[in-house]
């Protein structure tokens, strides 16, 4: 596998269901992010890590949940969702650190929330 | 704060037609500037980048020229494809270093035959 990869690809829950989104980068970056893509919105950043550590939090709803066990991976938990939680989520990842970091994107897992 | 504007569509053009998608930025300091573009079912890919004012950032076809007097970085082709249709992005990450970057609203792009 190169690049960003993200699974799953199409991910279908109930509002109490508990899945997780994953997200694997084998590109040696340092910085992992998650983007929310709605329709007619603009691209929504939720969360960023560094070298593992979480640098943002844009105000996200508790009931996403991220995790960064290493540089190479990147998880978000899903618990309770809302209908309007329905989305294309995307993944990228970065070189991190100071200086230009021009980010690369997984294909996205499109989730439905019913 | 920064921030992206850019053009809103939907676009539709001919094949072999001139294409131009504005984009116009505000920004403290010396931002980087990119385009990326989503084709249908895919993430969004890296098409083409400036980091500096006048740097002109060329791929596929495209072009987009940095210009600080004016806080534009306007994506051009001469002669579209319908190969090209997809959501183009305008991006800005901010000179500060930081990891971040500023999105535009996207604009759709479609060609026809």
């Known amino acids: 596998e190169t690049g960003v990869t993200q699974t799953p690809r199409h991910l279908v829950m109930g509002m109490t269901n508990k899945k997780s989104l994953k997200c694997e980068q084998h590109l040696g970056h340092n910085a992992m992010y998650w983007y929310k893509q709605s329709a007619k919105k603009p691209l929504e950043l939720m969360f960023v890590?560094?070298?593992?550590?979480?640098?943002e939090n844009n105000s996200v709803p508790s009931r996403f949940s991220p995790e960064c066990p290493n540089s190479s991976h990147l998880f978000l938990h899903l618990h309770t969702l809302q209908p309007e939680d329905s989305a294309l989520y995307l993944c990228a990842s970065s070189p991190g650190g100071a200086g230009l970091n021009e980010q690369f994107f997984g294909p996205g897992t499109r989730l439905t929330v019913l | 704060g920064d921030s992206v504007t850019q053009m809103e569509g939907p676009v539709t053009l001919s094949e072999e037609a001139c294409l131009t998608i504005n984009c116009t930025y505000t920004a403290t300091g010396y931002p980087s500037l990119f385009w990326y573009v989503q084709y249908p079912g895919e993430g969004l890919q890296l098409l083409l980048k400036a980091t500096k004012a006048d740097d002109k950032g060329s791929n596929k076809g495209f072009e987009a020229t940095y210009r600080k007097e004016t806080t534009s970085f306007h994506l051009e082709k001469g002669s579209v494809q319908v190969s090209d249709s997809a959501v183009y992005f305008c991006?800005?990450?901010?000179?500060?270093?930081?990891?971040?970057?500023?999105f535009g609203t996207g604009t759709r792009l479609t060609v026809i035959p």
């Open positions: 991006a800005l990450a901010p000179g500060t270093g930081a990891n971040n970057l500023f």
């Open positions: 890590y560094n070298f593992k550590e979480q640098t």
